[in-house]
């Protein structure tokens, strides 16, 4: 797995990815200061480390010991390079071991939740950090002893190490975890470490990384180099493209596949803004016939996403081959994808579904990758769209599964039972964005249940399908929460859906979270 590049000294930080659940919390709060950071494993540390020239590093928590055998390498001379240090819990534990001090078990047992700060030494880490404010604590071995040079910044009822630092070295240990929300002043200890006692730069904001990523993607290009790109409407292949269209103009061609899935004047949608408005070489290419061929006769939910998927690599592959003159292929990939973390690759963590996204998968097109957003984080990414002058209502979209229409509408897909639930979805949406109600919501939507049930429409028995309303809150998709809009919104879709919209005789409401149910319905 390659990573983000990024010339020079950066200025940044450089977290060490012990295997921590919370890392890539830890890299956004970083960033949150206006700070570069990058997260490696630890066996890669040395080597990002001379490649990145980072101002700082943080070591994360990880589920491991440090005096097991077969802990997560880190090779000590990390300590030797004369940048600040900051240990996050096992980051703290392995800090201590290599300077001197000694860890073993909490003898206690292990510690976890919320816990009081006792602060014995305000000055930089703690600066401004109240006095028995409440940290996270979660761990199950403890520092015994300290090494040569380390003090008592803080101490917990538990925990006479809680807080620790080296003043000469600027090393410095926190036993609990600063990044999270339940954590008191956790994000001025962070501050203080990253600005305060690191000096970091803080050139991170959306002004600077527009031209940052202008001028790499030029220098990437070249004078003449031209791209191909599929454009999904979606955030992340919009403001890749968008990026790109500013840096070379029209040496980059969108391909935008209609395939059949889409919701209601998304294509429409798509060719106004990037055709018309940003005056883009846009292809647009109407392969639904293709694709609902495909599909013809298919129910199983797992097949239907494969079909899209291949359908769609086949699609794009032939465009893109008519390019002829594009050496490179444009892609939205972000940096949650290509990270090298033990949390985001080490596990085996069990396929729920196959995802399939617009970007990242012709791979035999043996075109050069230019991917601008490759180092940010989905809310950055937002932030330069609106930057680079993107509509607020494509910015902060509802995320749109790839597949489309595909996994909302069960069963096999015909487009007699699209067309009814691309109304009704049409519907949920115009009610909702109505009111701003969207705001509250991460995603909201139409599902088609192809249940006959009975009811009765101007004084005619009918025997049509079932329509569900799916609306959901969530922080990142992995968890999330069934939501309820005012009566009044849901009576108005209800009765505009079963009015305007022939096919669904009853409209039913999802009340089911995640886990144990997912988002979309296939
Ligand atoms: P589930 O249904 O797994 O969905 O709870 C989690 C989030 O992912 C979206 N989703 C997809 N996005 N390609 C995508 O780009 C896909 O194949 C895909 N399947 C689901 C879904 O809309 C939700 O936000």
Known sequence: MSEPHHDGPSGGVLIVDFGAQYCQLIARRVRELGVYSRITVPERAMFTFAHMRPAAVILSGGPRSVYEHDAPALDPAILQKGVPVLGICYGLQWLA??????????????????TQLHVVDDRDLLAAVRQDGIVWMSHGDKVARLGPGFEVLARSEPCPFAVVGDRTRRFYGLQFHPEVAHTEDGAAMLR????????????????????????AVRQLVGDSGEVVMGLSGGVDSSVAAVL?????????????????????????????????????????????????????????????????????????????????????????????????????HGGATSTIKSHHNVGGLPKDLDLALVEPLRDLFKDEVRALGRELGLPATLVLRQPFPGPGLAVRCLGEVTRQKLEPLRAADRIVREEVEARGLER????????????????????ARVY????????????????????????????????????EVKGFARVCLDISSKPPATIEWE
């Open 244 to 344: 790109i269209h500013r840096a070379i103009g029209t040496r980059l061609h969108c391909v935008f596949v209609d395939n059949g899935l889409l919701r209601a004047g998304e294509r429409e949608g798509v060719e106004e803004l990037f055709r018309d408005h940003y005056h883009m070489d846009l292809e647009v290419v109407d392969a639904s016939e293709r694709f609902l061929g495909e599909l013809k006769g298919v129910v199983d939910p797992e097949a239907k996403r494969k079909i899209v998927g291949k359908v769609f690599v086949d699609v794009f592959r032939d465009k893109a081959r008519q390019k002829r003159n594009a050496k490179f292929l444009g892609q939205g990939t972000l940096y949650p994808d290509v990270i090298e973390s033990v949390a985001a």
């Open 440 to 459: 509250g919501l991460w995603q909201y939507f139409a599902v088609h249940v192809p249940q006959k049930t009975v009811g009765v429409k101007g004084d």
């Open 97 to 114: 071991q290599h300077t001197g001090g000694e860890v073993t078990p909490a003898r206690a047992g292990a510690e976890y939740g919320r």
């Open 464 to 499: 049509e399908d079932v329509c569900v309303l799916r609306l959901v809150s969530s922080q990142d998709a992995m968890t999330a929460d069934w939501e309820l809009l005012p009566v009044d919104v849901l009576k108005r879709i209800s009765n505009r859906i079963l009015n």
């Open 192 to 215: 203080n470490f990253v600005l305060g006692i690191a000096r970091c730069r803080a050139d991170w904001n959306p002004g600077n990384l527009v031209e940052q990523k202008v001028a």
